[in-house]
């Protein structure tokens, strides 16, 4: 939703990451491929917080936990 909002393509996210688009499309998809370090980049890309992206990953483990 964030790379939308921005009108941006995976192609465009995926350069800006020095990523390609093929993991961008599977980090969309929810792949458990992709790794944590592609997930946080890119939502800092995007435009979200340390503080937003520390509360998705601790709620996240919450729910693992």
Known sequence: KRRQARRL??????KRLSSSQSR???MEAADASVSID????????????????????????????
């Open 24 to 26: 961008i499309a599977k």
């Open 38 to 65: 592609l997930l946080v980049r890119a939502l800092l890309e995007l435009g979200a917080t340390r503080s937003q992206v520390a509360k998705a990953i601790t709620r996240r483990a919450r729910r693992a936990a």
């Open 9 to 14: 393509t995976q192609t465009q996210l995926a």
